[in-house]
């Protein structure tokens, strides 16, 4: 690892974890965080939990897993460029979809209806709730115990009701504080990667075409840039040319951007970054040309038809499965259904356990519940 700047985290002054434990051998505070988080089940079931494109689909098409460690790859370089810590915004980029409905946006905006008398649900809270307490892993606690600055940077955006029910990790919310830059990075980075590569599943499933996003100025620039370098590119190659130089400028700007803004500001350690305005950003530009690309995702790639269509198949299938399991519990699983009846709030546990679902669990689910025919175990 480079050597850190002073205004990073540094993993000998964390705040800590919530249940104190003996500082790790051969490694890092941050680096044992990112480790657990990678051993964790929720982690593993990210392999089936959709993107875009419901898993069965296609078997080349993103889901939340390799998301996440595109994110995760793209937030470690710039990390090393602006001399950050590399494992705790690895280790943020890793975790902050882990929990993630089935089924992407759609299963969370399902879940959250259910579930707005009591509480709202919100996947962000709900990777915080993965970490803190129902990843069973340890004799010693439930969660994975993970130190103040990753929970941090999981946390990206919070309602002042939830922020003052969190203690310390939700401060920054009443005080219009910042996260540290490896928590801002993260954030980011998870922009750059899910606009650039919806961009490319969009074009592998024919519902926008090379011709379409040649009309996008963000891509039109590198489409022509590609094509002046090879003449004779088409296909998945010109996409996937056209593609990585669009990350790339999207790394080169936010980075130059960004020591730009920590020159202005001079922050001395992590703590003016928290006091200082947002300092990771993408220059005005960028930040134009990011709008652009989103506006045209969401016409034509998030609510084209096909789409949409299965985005109703997932939201039946989360408010049918969360109508059932509420009306009678004793159709939970055993772990889940103790729980309820040992005086656990019976709807949040329904939530856990929805949540917790991969795509095609929930949907054989439904199927078990539903369905005339024998479904098999």
């Not at 104190?20 to 982690?43: K, L, T, V």
């Not at 399902?110 to 993965?130: I, P, T, W």
């Not at 200082?276 to 993408?282: C, H, M, T, W």
């Not at 134009?288 to 997932?314: C, D, G, I, P, W």
């Given at each position: 690892m480079t050597e850190l700047a002073p205004y990073a985290a540094h993993p000998e002054s964390s705040r800590g974890?919530?249940?104190?434990?003996?500082?790790?051998?051969?490694?890092?505070?941050?680096?044992?965080?990112?480790?657990?988080?990678?051993?964790?089940?929720?982690?593993?079931?990210?392999?089936?939990k959709t993107q875009v494109f419901v898993n069965h689909e296609g078997d080349l098409f993103r889901t939340r897993l390799t998301h996440s460690i595109e994110v995760a790859q793209i937030a470690r370089s710039i990390a090393r460029s602006l001399k950050l810590h590399e494992d705790l915004t690895e280790a943020i980029s890793l975790a902050h979809d882990l929990g993630?409905?089935?089924?992407?946006?759609?299963?969370?905006?399902?879940?959250?209806?259910?579930?707005?008398?009591?509480?709202?649900?919100?996947?962000?809270?709900?990777?915080?709730?993965?970490?803190?307490?129902?990843?069973?892993?340890?004799?010693?606690?439930?969660?994975?115990?993970?130190?103040?600055e990753t929970r941090e940077g999981i946390l990206k955006h919070c309602s002042r009701k939830n922020?003052?029910?969190?203690?310390?990790?939700?401060?920054?919310?009443?005080?219009?504080?910042?996260?540290?830059?490896?928590?801002?990075?993260?954030?980011?980075?998870?922009?750059?990667?899910?606009?650039?590569?919806?961009?490319?599943?969009?074009?592998?499933?024919?519902?926008?075409?090379?011709?379409?996003?040649?009309?996008?100025?963000?891509?039109?620039?590198?489409?022509?840039?590609?094509?002046?370098?090879y003449p004779e590119l088409s296909g998945r190659r010109l996409i996937h040319e056209t593609i990585r130089r669009m990350i790339n400028s999207q790394i080169i700007d936010l980075t130059r951007e960004t020591l730009n803004n920590i020159g202005k500001h001079s922050p001395r350690d992590i703590e003016d970054i928290r006091k200082?305005?947002?300092?990771?950003?993408?220059?005005?530009?960028?930040?134009?040309?990011?709008?652009?690309?989103?506006?045209?995702?969401?016409?034509?790639?998030?609510?084209?038809?096909?789409?949409?269509?299965?985005?109703?198949?997932?939201?039946?299938?989360?408010?049918?499965?969360?109508?059932?399991?509420?009306s009678d519990i004793r159709m939970l699983p055993s772990q889940f259904r103790e729980k309820a009846e040992s005086g656990g709030d019976a709807m949040r546990i329904t939530a856990d356990y929805i949540a917790g679902m991969t795509d095609r669990y929930a949907i054989r689910e439904h199927r078990r519940l539903f369905a005339v025919e024998e479904i098999p175990s």
């Open positions: 974890r919530q249940i104190p434990e003996a500082a790790p051998e051969g490694r890092s505070e941050f680096q044992r965080d990112r480790d657990r988080i990678i051993h964790s089940s929720a982690f593993r079931r990210l392999e089936y993630h409905t089935p089924f992407g946006h759609a299963g969370q905006d399902a879940l959250n209806e259910c579930m707005k008398e009591h509480g709202g649900f919100e996947h962000n809270l709900q990777s915080l709730r993965v970490v803190d307490l129902l990843e069973e892993r340890y004799g010693a606690f439930d969660g994975l115990n993970l130190t103040f922020a003052a029910e969190l203690g310390t990790l939700g401060e920054r919310f009443l005080r219009g504080e910042q996260p540290g830059l490896e928590a801002q990075l993260a954030n980011l980075a998870d922009e750059i990667a899910y606009n650039n590569h919806d961009v490319d599943d969009g074009l592998r499933s024919g519902l926008i075409t090379i011709e379409q996003i040649s009309g996008i100025p963000i891509i039109s620039r590198h489409i022509a840039c590609a094509r002046a370098d200082s305005p947002r300092i990771l950003s993408f220059s005005p530009e960028m930040q134009q040309a990011q709008l652009e690309l989103k506006q045209f995702l969401r016409n034509h790639l998030y609510q084209h038809y096909k789409v949409t269509r299965m985005s109703a198949k997932a939201k039946r299938i989360i408010t049918d499965l969360f109508q059932a399991f509420t």
